[in-house]
């Protein structure tokens, strides 16, 4: 999400400087809590999908939601997560949406998805909340 953040704001400037981009990534990083000691804010230049690719990071939030599916599906029946997983290892869908369809997992957009995924983290994270 901080990634996706990130990009989404850097393409938001206009003209910016590699100072602007680097203030950028610092003040989002710490937004969301990823300051590690030793960070540096220079680090964005070793993602090479930023330059690349772009917006092929929020890529990664809706493939999170079909792996938090698999872990759902596992929590509730042993083995029903690995043995999806399994069974579409060598997948010939072309799109994330199509595989999910074919696995008959819900698509990220589906509606009641995101209160979902809140309740499953709500429960692994704050289970006595």
């Known amino acids: 999400s901080a990634y996706a953040d990130f990009e989404h704001q850097v393409y938001d400037l206009d003209d910016p400087t590699t100072e602007d981009v680097r203030a950028l990534y610092a003040q989002v990083l710490q937004k969301y809590g990823l300051c590690a000691p030793g960070w540096d804010s220079r680090e964005y230049v070793l993602l090479p999908h930023f330059f690349t690719s772009p917006m092929y990071i929020v890529g990664y939030i809706f493939s999170n939601d079909a792996a938090l599916q698999?872990?759902?599906?596992?929590?509730?029946?042993?083995?029903?997560?690995?043995?999806?997983?399994?069974?579409?290892?060598?997948?010939?869908?072309?799109?994330?949406?199509?595989?999910?369809?074919?696995?008959?997992?819900?698509?990220?957009?589906?509606?009641?998805?995101?209160?979902?995924?809140?309740a499953t983290l709500e429960e692994k994270l704050f289970p006595n909340a």
């Open 70 to 118: 698999l872990y759902q599906m596992e929590a509730e029946n042993a083995t029903s997560g690995t043995g999806l997983y399994t069974m579409h290892l060598s997948t010939q869908e072309q799109t994330l949406l199509s595989f999910l369809e074919s696995a008959h997992l819900e698509s990220p957009f589906a509606e009641g998805r995101l209160a979902k995924i809140r």
